[in-house]
Every structure is written in C-alpha cells, then in structure tokens.
DNA sequence: GGGGCTATTATGTACAGACATATTACGATC
DNA sequence: GATCGTAATATGTCTGTACATAATAGCCCC
C-alpha cells in the first residue's frame, strides 16, 4: 500500500478505514503519534486531517481519552444563506422589491422576547415584497432596532434593509429556524396565493455584540425549496 | 495595545476590525507574513486564524491575490441532523416507531431519477410512522435499494431502518432539500391532522461511492421547526 | 473501601523554517 | 498592440520540536 501524502489524502484514509469498519463507531482509533508514524509524516499533519474529520462530525476527540469514531454520527450539513437579492440573481432571475408598509411601532411579545428587548421599545416594523422577474417570490416581515440606524436613516426604498445590514452592520451573530406554516391573509395577498395555502418560513434574529439588531420573518411562495449538501 | 494570543485571539481581533470597518467588505487585508509580524507570533498562526474566518465565509482567499473581506457575507449555518430517535429522546420523550407498510415495488420516475437507477428496478418501499411520547411525530417514506441488504434481510420491525442504515452502511454522502407542502391523504391519516394541512418536509437521498442507498421524504408533524444558529 | 494526590498520556496549540502552487504583474517579443 | 514567457508574491502545506492542557489511571494514605 502507498502511504497517503497530504492531509487529504490521509483524512480519506481514515474515512474509509471507518467506511469499511476497520474501526467500528465507538471504538478508539490509534493516537495521533501512531499514526503519524504509521503514515510516515509529522502529527501535525494527522492532527490537521483528524481535526477536519471530528468537525464534520465523524469523529470526537478528548484530550487525554483520545479519538472515537462518532457513535451517533450527525449529518453535519452547511447551508449557506445567501441575501436575497443574490439568491434571485443566481437562479438567473431579475431582483425587485416592494416596500409595501414602513411604520414605527411597537413589536408583539413574542418578537420583543426573541430580541430580548423590553415590549415597550418601539421598532422600526417593514414588510417587503421581493420579486422574482416581477413575480412574487416572498414576503420579508422585519422588526429592526432603530438604534443601529444612523441619523439621517438610510432610504430603504432604494436598497433593501437586508442588503443595507450586510453592508453596514456586518458580522453579527444570530439564529434560524425554518417551518412550515399556513399562509396568512396579508402574506397571501402579496405572493397573490390562496390563504392558508402551505409555505415555507424562515425565522431569522440576529444580535451584534450582545444588542439586538433585527427579527426577519420570510415568507416564502409555495414550491420553494431549501438546498443543502451533506 | 496588547498583542492578541492564540488563533482564537488573533481571529477575535481580525472580526473586530472587520466589524469596525477598518477592513472594508472587499479590501484586501495584509498579508500573513505582516500580520504575523504585527501580532508578533508565527505565519502558522494567522493562517489558521484567517483559514478559519474564510471557511466561515467571511474572508476570501486566494494564493498571489490575498485575502480579502467577503463582499457578500453568505451567512453560513451548519445543521446537525439527526438520527430521528436521537431527536426525540433528544427533547425528553420516549421514542417509538410503527411500520405501516413494507413491500417492494417500482419507484415512480422523479424517485428512480433522484437516485439516478433504471426506473424498473425494484426497490424496497418502507412507510414508518414515528412517535413521541406516543403522539406521532413524523412520517418516513422511504426508498431503499435493496442491494445494500444482507442475505437474510435485518429485521426492520426491530431497528428502524434509519439507524440500521447508520449502524451498518454508514458515512454515506448525499443531499437535503427542504419544503413545506400540503399534506397528503395518508400521510395526514397516519399523523392524525388535517388534509392539507401545512408541513415540513425533509427530502434526502443518500449514495455511498457512487451507488445509490435510499431516498426519503420525512413528513413532519404541523408545529415542527428546525433549528439552527449562525 | 473511599478520598484525594500525582504521574501519565493524547490532544491542542505554537513556532521557525522550508518547499509547493496558483496567480498576478511585468517585460520581452512578434 | 497583442501574446507569450518569466519573475515575484501570497497562500497552502509539511516538518520537527516544544510546551500547554485536560482527563484518565494508578497510587498512597486514611
């Protein structure tokens, strides 16, 4: 056998040692060292190739207890989530977009907990309309903290909030959850579908250094499909 | 200033000027030699940190040109998928499952396509309802080429074939879609709700070297959210 | 036997030096 | 001016060594 040359090639070699059970899920594979010797190349680059591999999920390492192949082995999937206007124009398609409302108001409990702000703080609350080649393609219901915006607010009638975010507010930290739910009637008049019909929504809230930045709702027209590869 | 120590460090300090917009989105950064030489630490050391602010999609590399700041900062997510009672136990409940149905029969053509076979090979056709607590928590339709089946077939009424398919042909590569669809006269039977209703939908199809192992379709009861963070 | 200290061990990180590789910039040539 | 070849440069990777750190195993003492 010729010994793997390059951390790929020895993170491969180990996958398919695991691959064809040579070592078992939760069995403790040989150390760093062993290795390192085994492959006749320096434990940094067995330490490089294992690392990657416990990142993806298919291995855990203790110091001291060593490296196991993951019992539970959890699909480690990334999906990149893309602004949106970038997502239109990669399928091709000509970005646009509506913004249908724009008020001051005071955000509902729920939205205010998320944040985790005080209910009685008024946000900025935009519903917008993207399209598609001048079809509905979904529907973004944002609450946003007033305090990141500059004096003079930018015009969100000509860049959309999201984008003006990304350029201005970089970098921040935040979670998602994705559901599916029943169009309401407002998302329903705007994506000119039926209400009640199935549609996929992504829930988005995002913090910069501790101070809440927005709440995003997208409402997405039925048929649409969240990719990623494992 | 004090001189940031450990990737970690240098990392931090690197998102904060990002962050600050001392680095523009687009600019080009030092290179690690400078850096390296400003932090006072080794080559080795930036490059992991930089690596590492690249791979979560916020810088931009490429040998002789630099790095540079991301201009469109694809948020990228990584969700952990589990195995479906590992998720239900996950969440304090008591996991069960029921095989509905288990026969072999032709794929329609969009599955057959999926796993990219001839659309008149037989393939295994597993409907499972699982249960939390006793309440159904999803349905799993699955696909499943019997070519990867031991000569006496596993007992499937005993091991789900999920964690069988885990268990056994494990470290498989694939792909996720996504989706939220009306659902469907059986499947809103099984999970006892309405027609039509509004679920999430998971569709993965799943290959090992090249050749196919099964698609599925999880329909997830009305209510589910998957998570994940930034 | 139980509790706590210590030695051992595997991973985590860092360093300096070296070579590989991709890509750009520049200069020579036609 | 366009094209090709070459040098310069930033990142990618590897090596060998060193020390840090966490967690286990074993030991001693009570």
């Known amino acids: 056998m010729t010994a793997p040359v390059g951390w790929e090639a020895i993170r491969a070699e180990v996958l398919r040692r695991i691959r064809v059970r040579d070592w078992a899920p939760g069995a403790v594979i040989p150390s760093e ?58 399928r091709g398609q000509a970005h646009a977009f509506r913004v249908l409302k724009h008020v001051t108001a005071l955000p509902p409990p729920p939205v205010a907990a998320r944040l985790g702000i005080a209910p009685a703080a008024p946000l900025r609350h935009i519903l917008t309309l993207h399209l598609a080649d001048g079809r509905p393609f979904l529907v973004e219901e944002r609450w946003l903290n007033p305090a990141v915006l500059p004096d003079p607010a930018p015009d969100f009638a000509a860049m959309s909030v999201n984008e003006w975010l990304v ?64």
């Not at 060593?66 to 970038?86: F, Q």
């Open 167 to 230: 350029m201005n507010v970089p970098y921040t930290s935040g979670d998602i959850a994705f559901s599916a739910e029943a169009a309401g009637a407002v998302e329903a008049r705007a994506l000119g579908i039926d209400a009640g019909a199935a549609v996929f929504v992504t829930d988005r809230t995002t913090w910069t250094d501790g101070m809440p930045i927005t709440a995003v709702r997208l409402v997405h027209v039925p048929g649409y499909r969240l990719h990623t590869s494992l």
């Open 33 to 90: 060292t062993d290795l390192a010797q085994e492959f006749g190349c320096a434990r940094a680059t067995v330490n490089r190739a294992l690392r990657d591999l416990a990142q993806a999920g298919v291995l855990e390492r203790r110091r001291r207890a060593g490296t196991r192949v993951a019992l539970h082995p959890v699909r480690r999937a990334t999906l990149d989530i893309p602004v949106i206007r970038a997502e239109v124009e990669a």
